[in-house]
T-cell receptor
Framework: QKEVEQDPGPLSVPEGAIVSLNCTYS??????FMWYRQYSRKGPELLMY????GNKEDGRFTAQVDKSSKYISLFIRDSQPSDSATYLC????????????FGQGTELSVKP | DSGVTQTPKHLITATGQRVTLRCSPR?????VYWYQQSLDQGLQFLIQ???????AKGNILERFSAQQFPDLHSELNLSSLELGDSALYFC????????????FGNGTRLTVT
């Protein structure tokens, strides 16, 4: 079993839809949670960064962490075709020097 | 632009050969991370350096090695290459503090024929 599980999709939605992306994890020591966006032929780009449980909002993006359920989510409101990319969740433990463990990534396509 | 520079962008080589991938971190970042991304395995952590010293090691093969130089750039050396080593290799950097996120370069695409 992988430490971090993420549905690879692909996920296809119409423009303007609310998108929900999720990851589950097994290591209760994870404390830092991130979402990265990766466009084709590019490196992962940091979208959201949260510590421990709770919500964080940045524009159209909201990240949620539920440590009791070992479950994190990323919501994208009013999705745009430019949001079409692969979304990767990532997590780290404080005593491992910042090493990130990634989910498999979910491929998202937003259709005009 | 993340500020992390990786060269070359593409590399095509034959089995059994050796290649070197180069990474320049963001200005001010002391820590460099190497990741391998393949279709079936996703992003896999290989190794981390902090200010010239190895800090953490992942599932890095013995045929692979890395180092970080005094000017903080890093090189990943891959030797005795096999077809299965074909992948995207990413470098990331961070200031190195425990809660600092990683910023990634655009990777080197390695094709072994």
């Amino acid at each position: 079993q992988k430490e971090v599980e993420q549905d690879p999709g692909p996920l296809s939605v119409p423009e303007g839809a609310i998108v929900s992306l999720n990851c589950t994890y097994s290591n209760s020591a994870f404390q830092y949670f991130m979402w990265y966006r990766q466009y084709s032929r590019k490196g992962p780009e940091l979208l959201m960064y949260t510590y421990s449980s709770g919500n964080k909002e940045d524009g159209r993006f909201t990240a949620q962490v539920d440590k009791s359920s070992k479950y994190i989510s990323l919501f994208i409101r009013d999705s745009q075709p430019s949001d079409s990319a692969t979304y990767l969740c990532a997590m780290s433990v404080s005593n491992q020097g910042g090493k990130l463990i990634f989910g498999q990534g979910t491929e998202l396509s937003v259709k005009p | 632009d993340s500020g992390v520079t990786q060269t070359p962008k593409h590399l095509i080589t034959a089995t059994g050969q050796r290649v070197t991938l180069r990474c320049s971190p963001r200005s001010g970042d002391l820590s460099v991370y190497w990741y391998q991304q393949s279709l079936d395995q996703g992003l896999q952590f290989l190794i981390q350096y902090y200010n010239g010293e190895e800090r953490a090691k992942g599932n890095i093969l013995e045929r692979f090695s890395a180092q970080q130089f005094p000017d903080l750039h890093s090189e990943l050396n891959l030797s005795s290459l096999e077809l299965g080593d074909s992948a995207l290799y990413f470098c990331a950097s961070s200031p190195g503090t425990v809660n600092s996120p990683l910023h990634f370069g655009n990777g080197t695409r390695l094709t072994v024929t």
